[in-house]
């Protein structure tokens, strides 16, 4: 069974600082990795994904993901507490899976 | 504008009862997944298909069942609903499942009484 692994937190910032959320991954073929927003009582939607080494920005968010560590990494710059969510990383379950591995999620809440 | 869409949005049914949870697509997504969340916990797959008549159990045992018999749909059911079964169940769908991963519908949250 592929792992997705997550500290569970809750992590908390002040309103502006910069939120790092990491994520781990056991299988070394995994090639895209993807990040979602939960917020309570809501279903998951996808807010990044990354292939490539390196980092990915879109607005305030940065995905950062590094393969020889495995390791994806997501933060949240100028942080707002409209960001307070539980933030999951999933990964495809194994090379040419239809399916996604899913962390257990980080809690996120930004304190204004 | 939702793509993927559950039905009903939230449900209280007495024990016994039988009961049919709606999801559909018009993505044209092949593969649809059904998940199960309490609050503040982790999904757990339930069930997942591939295709028109392909049905799988996913990870977490499910006395529920489930039907592929079109592609924009995946209803879910209970035949005897239990107390047990209170949860949030979250469908979802993917095509190109490495550019663009899941669209999840907006749950259905069930409590049985």
């Known amino acids: 069974q592929k792992e997705v692994e997550q500290n569970s937190g809750p992590l908390s910032v002040p309103e502006g600082a910069i939120a790092s959320l990491n994520c781990t991954y056991s299988d070394r073929g995994s090639q895209s990795f993807f990040w979602y927003r939960q917020y309570s009582g809501k279903s998951p939607e996808l807010i990044m994904s990354i292939y490539s080494n390196g980092d990915k920005e879109d607005g305030r968010f940065t995905a950062q993901l590094n393969k020889a560590s495995q390791y994806v990494s997501l933060l949240i710059r100028d942080s707002q507490p409209s960001d307070s969510a539980t933030y999951l990383c999933?990964?495809?379950?194994?090379?040419?899976?239809?399916?996604?591995?899913f962390g257990k999620g980080t809690k996120l809440s930004v304190i204004p | 504008e939702a793509d993927i869409y559950q039905t009903p949005r939230y449900l209280v049914i007495g024990t016994g009862k039988k009961i049919t949870l709606e999801c559909s697509q018009t993505m044209g997504h092949d593969k649809m997944y059904w998940y199960q969340q309490d609050p503040g916990m982790e999904l757990h797959l339930i069930h997942y298909?591939?295709?028109?008549?392909?049905?799988e159990k996913g990870d977490l045992s499910s006395e529920s069942t489930v039907s592929r018999i079109r592609t924009e749909h995946f209803p879910l059911t209970l035949e005897s609903a239990r107390p047990s079964h209170t949860s949030q169940y979250l469908c979802?769908?993917?095509?190109?499942?490495?550019?663009?991963?899941?669209?999840f519908g907006s749950g259905t949250r069930l409590t049985v009484v």
């Open positions: 979802a769908s993917s095509g190109q499942l490495g550019t663009y991963g899941y669209t």
């Open positions: 999933a990964a495809p379950s194994g090379a040419g899976s239809y399916q996604l591995t």
């Open positions: 298909s591939y295709g028109v008549n392909s049905t």
